[in-house]
Antibody
Framework: EVQLVESGGGLVQPGGSLRLSCAAS????????MNWVRQAPGKGLEWLSY????????YYAGSVKGRFTTSRDNAKNSLYLQMNSLRVEDTAVYYC????????WGQGTLVTVSS | QSVLTQPPSASGTPGQTVTISCSGS????????VYWYQQLPGTAPKLLIY???QRPSGVPDRFSGSKSGTSASLAISGLRSEDEADYYC??????????FGGGTQLTVL
């Protein structure tokens, strides 16, 4: 069974940093591209970042480019999102999403940016 | 403002068929697969349709997807109260970013 489990969310002050993790199981992680998606309270879904299976390509949405960094460790079946210079508007539930068909999503981790 | 356009709301009575539209362009829907998600309050999005019209195992055949040109639709037949949720369409654009519609809030009257 495919499972994606996000962790690392929490409360952080504006300007702070946080690192999210996504632990994958039930499939060959190194064969799949991965994405990060977020959803602010009461808002729609927003794609943040894509990383190819062997890290040859990484893309970011304009809203996080230069502040967020996506990485992966295929040996540990894990995806990461390093978030720096956090803003109040980054408050959201953050999901990791497996590419391919069908796509799979984790249950999300809540990040709250507030003073 | 989402690149993919969905109606913000839709409604129907139990047993009816409701259709939710998703409009894009040649660089996104026109050249890539469309996906549909259902999201209940406080939960992660659940995949209903992938590759335009394929249902994952466990999704009832009351849910169906279609695509024509730069638009796609999700049809829900035999509407039930438990179908009341937010629905999102999604696709890729040619720069490998995922695009989402703004979401449609479905009310079962």
């Amino acid at each position: 069974e495919v499972q994606l489990v996000e962790s690392g969310g929490g409360l952080v002050q504006p300007g702070g940093s946080l690192r999210l993790s996504c632990a994958a199981s039930g499939f060959t992680f190194s064969s799949y591209e991965m994405n990060w998606v977020r959803q602010a309270p009461g808002k729609g879904l927003e794609w943040l970042s894509y990383i190819s299976s062997i890290v040859t390509d990484i893309y970011y949405a304009g809203s996080v480019k230069g502040r967020f960094t996506t990485s992966r460790d295929n040996a540990k079946n894990s995806l990461y999102l390093q978030m720096n210079s956090l803003r109040v508007e980054d408050t959201a539930v953050y999901y990791c999403m497996r590419g391919g068909d069908p796509p799979y999503w984790g249950q999300g981790t809540l990040v709250t940016v507030s003073s | 403002q989402s690149v993919l356009t969905q109606p913000p709301s839709a409604s129907g009575t139990p047993g009816q068929t409701v259709t939710i539209s998703c409009s894009g362009s040649t660089s996104n829907i026109g050249s890539n697969y469309v996906y549909w998600y259902q999201q209940l309050p406080g939960t992660a999005p659940k995949l209903l349709i992938y590759r335009n019209n394929q249902r994952p195992s466990g999704v009832p055949d009351r849910f169906s997807g279609s695509k024509s040109g730069t638009s796609a639709s999700l049809a829900i037949s035999g509407l039930r109260s438990e179908d009341e949720a937010d629905y999102y369409c999604a696709t890729w654009d040619n720069s490998l970013s995922v695009l989402f519609g703004g979401g449609t809030q479905l009310t079962v009257l």
